[in-house]
């Protein structure tokens, strides 16, 4: 049973660059959520998408955004990258359809570095 | 003040010590409440959610007091294999089925032989 894949797993940008993450979810789900984690702070909601359309949105500047494909994969589009963007990108997926106690199943994580 | 508030840690405790981790939330709209485990440059998993009865799994204890926003997690009989960070965490809900998880800051547990 395939779980969340994200890709790639480790990425170091430069300042003004442009970077995207990619997500695909677990097998049956059909929604996915992106959070940003900081070095030791917990992860925070930048935003939700189903049916490639974004539903949730956190505190997250314009810059971030992303899209939904119709095989419910998910990709994180970072513009303009800054020093404070290096974290733990996460993606977490789970079913529309009815919240489930501990129906979100999380991915390993994009780790991001800015230089 | 953020949404979900904990102990900042971090714990040191000897193996088979009892330790207990406290987390307030601010919005009672909240409906959902659980306690993820953290390794160290790894993703959140599920430990256990958080009902209003209290449930127990194994050495690990949780309680949700709903009136007074609070949430617990008691380890009895630390393990070395229980160090970790551990984070609380709510789901909300919104129009329709669309909800979000909110997490706390998260409280490191270093369990010492």
């Known amino acids: 049973d395939a779980g969340v894949t994200q890709s790639p797993t480790h990425l170091i940008k430069t300042r003004g660059q442009q970077v995207t993450l990619r997500c695909s979810p677990k097998?049956?789900?059909?929604?996915v959520s992106w959070y940003q984690q900081a070095l030791g702070q917990g992860p925070q909601f930048i935003f939700q998408y189903y049916e490639e359309e974004e539903r949730q949105r956190g505190n997250f500047p314009d810059r971030f955004s992303g899209h939904q494909f119709p095989n419910y994969s998910s990709e994180l589009n970072v513009n303009a990258l800054l020093l404070g963007d290096s974290a733990l990108y996460l993606c977490?997926?789970?079913?529309?359809?009815?919240?489930?106690?501990?129906?979100?199943?999380f991915g390993s994580g994009t780790r991001l570095t800015v230089v | 003040r953020k949404e979900v508030e904990q102990d900042p840690g971090p714990f040191n405790v000897p193996e088979g010590a009892t330790v207990a981790f406290n987390c307030t939330y601010s919005n009672s709209a909240s409906q959902s409440f659980f306690w993820y485990r953290q390794d160290c440059r790894k993703e959140p998993k599920l430990l256990m959610s958080v009902y209003s009865s209290g449930n127990e799994d194994g050495r690990f204890t949780a309680q949700l007091n709903r009136a007074s926003q609070y949430i617990s997690l008691l380890i009895r009989d630390s393990k070395l294999s229980d160090s970790a960070t551990y984070l609380c965490?709510?789901?909300?809900?919104?129009?329709?089925?669309?909800?979000?998880?909110?997490f706390g800051t998260g409280t490191l547990l270093a369990v010492q032989p």
């Open positions: 977490a997926s789970s079913s529309y359809s009815g919240f489930l106690p501990g129906g979100y199943t």
């Open positions: 965490v709510v789901n909300r809900a919104y129009g329709g089925a669309t909800n979000k998880l909110i």
């Open positions: 097998s049956g789900h059909d929604t």
